[in-house]
């Protein structure tokens, strides 16, 4: 199932490349095993049929070289040296071509890429979404300055190029940073945001919100997710770093209350839309740290039945985990990216009166040396008679 590419050496995208995939999974699963042996049980890695081409957002950077040709692709490891990259195996493949025609249409529309030493030029990235069930593309031009020359006449030859490209924006990124985007958005073309379905819902995903990168494995985890939170119909569910609501609207059907939090605006803002859209009246979302919002309900005594966690890779905090425990919830599922600081937290937790019954790895970025698991702990009833 080995695949070649030319620019692997330089990209270091995909450090398992030469590596077969049943082999990488046993590695991973490996991994999980090691870190978590004392902890709970592990599961078998969940692993992907097909494992190409399954990125469903593609980021791009832009270079001149030294003899004016642009290039596009990512930044050598550890560099900000651009690695041209004009095909990949991870990436979306429509996402793939619509950066190459982008790379195309720049010199006749005389759009300079942007200088990170000098901070000349106007473009510095471009990002694509596709959504995997709906098909929808849209396009994010990262520009140092909101002015696109002949902007209309831009998107114009795009769409010529891509008919699929249902939105265009321009994000204004005009500060020296290596984040690719900036906090603020111009729709160009279209609504400003793609839909994807997941589980049967349907899901707004806005330039600056996260959604996960690979559709297909993001199913089978939060299908895990919902099978070890075993919902009855009657629980209060809180949804934490909830991103643009997924996870809690998934569960909606199947509980009585979703409470989300969520730190970056634009998201908050996608679920609660979300939720309107796909006509749940039971879940609420907030905006806010997690941590804080958490204590916040825990000193108002509010209680819940079943949380999710899923933080970003430096995993949760122990403001929020203590919180999280006075909050009294019977099972806890904590879906993670980084199953270092998922293990580093699982052992906090356990010190407060939760076990931790099993762990999943799931392979949701394969040729990668990234794991993702989703680990199911439940309250230990007696817990405090027995201390
Ligand atoms: N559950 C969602 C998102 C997971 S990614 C999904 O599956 O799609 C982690 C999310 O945590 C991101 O949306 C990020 O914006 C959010 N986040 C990061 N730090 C946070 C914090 N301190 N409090 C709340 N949310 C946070």
């Not at 991994?31 to 049980?41: E, G, N, Y």
């Not at 089978?220 to 569910?237: C, Q």
């Not at 970056?264 to 839309?273: E, L, T, Y």
């Not at 799931?362 to 817990?383: N, Q, Y």
Request: net charge positive; proline share 4%; with cysteine.
């Amino acid at each position: 199932m080995e695949k070649n590419c030319r620019f692997s050496k330089k990209c270091g995208g995909c450090a398992w490349l030469d590596m077969p995939y049943e082999e990488q999974l046993k590695k991973k699963e490996g991994q999980v095993r090691k870190l978590f042996k004392d902890l709970c049980s592990v599961r078998p890695v969940l692993g992907m049929e097909h494992p190409w081409h399954y990125r469903n957002k593609v980021s791009a950077a832009f270079a001149r070289t030294r003899d004016g040709k642009i290039i596009s692709g990512t930044y050598e490891e550890g560099t900000h040296r651009v690695v041209p990259v004009e095909h990949c195996l991870i990436e979306d493949e429509t996402a793939d071509r619509i950066i190459g025609t982008v790379r195309g249409l720049l010199k006749s529309f005389r759009i300079r890429v942007y200088d990170e030493d000098t901070g000349y030029g106007l473009l510095r990235h471009v990002l694509v979404r596709r959504g995997f069930a709906t098909g929808q593309v849209l396009v994010v031009l990262v520009l140092a300055s909101p002015v696109l020359p002949s902007k209309n006449n831009f998107v114009k030859a795009l769409r010529k190029e891509h008919p699929e490209i249902t939105s265009v924006v321009i994000n204004v990124n005009d500060r020296k940073t290596s984040m690719v985007l900036g906090d603020r958005d111009i729709v160009l073309y279209g609504r400003g945001y793609i839909e994807d379905r997941l589980c049967g819902k349907t899901f707004r995903i806005s330039p600056q919100s996260f959604y996960q990168v690979n559709p297909v494995q993001t199913e089978v985890l939060y299908g895990k997710a919902l099978e070890l939170a075993a919902l009855t119909g009657r629980e209060r569910v809180v949804d934490a770093y909830c991103g643009i609501g997924t996870i809690g609207l998934i569960a909606s059907d199947r509980v009585s209350e979703v409470i989300g939090v969520e730190l970056n605006r634009q998201a908050v803002k996608d679920a609660i839309w979300n939720a309107r859209r796909n006509g749940v009246k039971n879940a609420r979302f907030f905006e806010g740290d997690a941590g804080e919002f958490m204590t916040a309900m825990a000193a108002e005594g509010e209680r819940t039945d079943v949380l999710f966690i899923d933080p970003p890779r430096a995993g949760s905090t122990e403001t929020f985990l203590d919180a999280a425990v006075r909050l009294g919830p019977e099972r806890i599922v904590y879906i993670s990216c980084n199953p270092e600081t998922l293990a580093r937290d699982l052992k906090y937790i356990r010190r407060k009166g939760y076990r931790a019954h099993e762990v999943w790895p799931v392979d949701m970025f394969p040729w990668t040396e990234s794991c993702e698991a989703v680990c199911m702990l439940s309250k230990i009833r007696d817990w405090q008679k027995r201390r």
